[in-house]
Nanobody, 124 residues
Framework: QVQLVESGGGLVQAGGSLRLSCVVS????????MGWFRQAPGKEREFVAA????????DYADSVKGRVTISRDNDKNTVFLQMNNLEPEDTAVYFC?????????????????WGQGTQVTVFS
C-alpha cells in the first residue's frame, strides 16, 4: 500500500522558513509526480506546488511563487517543500500527495495518494 508521511510543520514567525518533508513508501518515487496542497480552517484545499521528475519542471501557485521550492531526494524517497519568507496567510495544514502519473497537475482529484498532513502556523 502506498503511504505518504509528512513532517516538518510547526510554529514560525512571519518572515521565517520551514522545510516540509514527505516520505513515500509502497510506490516508486520515480515516474510519479508529487504535489503539495494546503487547507486552512473553513477553506477548500488549495494547490501549492508540484514537481514533474521526468522533465524537471515545477509548478507553483501564484500566492507562493518565489517563496517556496519543491525538491526530492531519491536516496531517501522523500519530497521536500522549502518555504521561505512565510506569511500569516500561509497558515494551514499542508498535505503531500502523489499523482496518478508522471505529469502532476493542480487538480487534487488526480492525486490518489495523500499524507496525513502537517500543521504550519505563521504568526506576526
Amino acid at each position: 500500500q502506498v503511504q505518504l508521511v509528512e513532517s516538518g510543520g510547526g510554529l514560525v514567525q512571519a518572515g521565517g522558513s520551514l522545510r516540509l518533508s514527505c516520505v513515500v513508501s509502497g510506490r516508486a518515487l520515480n515516474g510519479f509526480g508529487m504535489g503539495w496542497f494546503r487547507q486552512a480552517p473553513g477553506k477548500e484545499r488549495e494547490f501549492v506546488a508540484a514537481g514533474n521528475w521526468n522533465s524537471g519542471d515545477v509548478d507553483y501557485a501564484d500566492s507562493v511563487k518565489g517563496r517556496v521550492t519543491i525538491s526530492r531526494d531519491n536516496d531517501k524517497n522523500t519530497v521536500f517543500l522549502q518555504m521561505n519568507n512565510l506569511e500569516p496567510e500561509d497558515t494551514a495544514v499542508y498535505f503531500c500527495a502523489q499523482h496518478r502519473g508522471p505529469w502532476p497537475t493542480k487538480d487534487p482529484a488526480e492525486y490518489p495518494y495523500w499524507g496525513q498532513g502537517t500543521q504550519v502556523t505563521v504568526f506576526s
